[in-house]
């Protein structure tokens, strides 16, 4: 089998000049690059020659991003490294998937894996480790060959975006012509040993469901599915999350918010608590009743879903130049150290889900984010009443005296995590 791969790594490359291969690349690089971070600790799991990280790199405006990449073939792993030297930011190494990653827990900020879990032993090992060493609400980019994958069609999807390109195709198709023999090479190595593995069950060709559910044990969930590679395929972005049981027993999901839906979801949380329940807010500022500030630009924020309906939020506010929400009301005292702090806000739970402890939940999503990204502190201004008795129950202090905000009465409260979050830097 080392053979195989050692053939297959000569010719990987000339995958390159096909258009289905290439928008695979870029679908991958593209859901990673959705989310704004500051930095990123990339994981190329199953690496191959390096093309992901290269067209990840190439494009990718982040200049504080680094990628670890491994893969167990030798020679695959080779053509990586001179493929990538001129990168300062990335680090080879020869790592079987099989075995467990040399990499402490919450090593990783996003995790891609292209076309390399099917030829794992147990697929659910392998996205446990993943789990593992990824952060908390982290992203894992899935891509894995179906059940009914036709390497034809991979070719095929290739002939047909390069005919709708007109006549700027015409190069790119002489280039696939002149790489015929090698693509019918490549053809080959699929067809008479990557497919036959498959089809015997050594080689793990996943439908939709099948990985979905997979990724559900691993304590992943999933964001979206699509097709791609010439629908040969099955492309899943998903998140890392935390599962717990309320006193009910009714499993709730804590997670970090993604996208434009949870978003909104939140938003309109924030507005029926502020606007129409409490009547803090003024309703007429906020005509699409989503409720949205400067600070939420600078936020993480942590959600607790019952089945799909969010029903707790917690947003975590970095600092930026606007300062912190609770210094509108407060002076922080000089022995905070600002960069290593997040204040807690806006934390809501939907009415009827108000005795199910779910608070509680929310913050040890919280400070588990807060543990792995180096932000020790926390800091809030909770109202004086039954939240900031808990908080103080916790182990939360007081810094200050109790003023009047937006019509209630809030006190500025903090907490200092454990030691062992101060040895990481945000």
Known sequence: MKIIWAIYAIIYDALCHLLSYQELLQRARVALQEENDTTSHVLDAGCGTGNFTKEYLDRCKN???????????????????????AYTNVHCARVDLNQPLPYPDAQFDNIVCLNALYATEDPI?????????????????????????????????????NLKKGWAGVPIMMKGILYSPIFLLIFLIN???????????LYHFLDNKELSELLKQAHFRVLRTEHAYGGTDVFIVASKMLVSNDKFDNPLVCEIAQGANDMAALYRLRYTAYCEEMGSLDPSQYPEKQESDKYDEFSTHVIVRCGDEIIGILRL???????????ECFVLPDSIDRSRTVEHSRG??????????????????????????????????????????????????TIGEPSAYHNVVVVPMAFTLHKEAQNKAP
């Open 317 to 327: 506010i970095r600092d930026s130049t606007h300062g912190f929400l609770m210094e």
């Open 348 to 397: 809501i739970i939907k009415k009827e889900h108000r005795d199910r402890g779910i608070y509680t939940v929310l913050l040890r999503g919280a400070y588990l984010w807060q543990r792995e990204h180096g932000f020790i502190t926390s800091i809030g201004a909770p109202r004086v009443d039954k939240l900031s008795l808990i908080l103080l129950q916790m182990g939360w202090e």
């Open 125 to 161: 090992k392998v996205l446990g480790e993943f789990s593992r060493v990824l952060k908390f609400g982290g992203k894992l980019v899935l891509a894995n060959p179906t059940k009914e994958a036709r390497v034809r069609d991979v070719f095929v999807e290739h002939i047909k975006m």
């Open 191 to 201: 067809f008479l040993w990557i497919k036959r593995l498959g089809a015997k069950r």
């Open 63 to 85: 200049k504080n991003v680094s990628v670890e990449c491994i893969d167990a073939s030798p020679s695959m792993l080779r053509r990586a490294i001179n493929k990538l030297r």
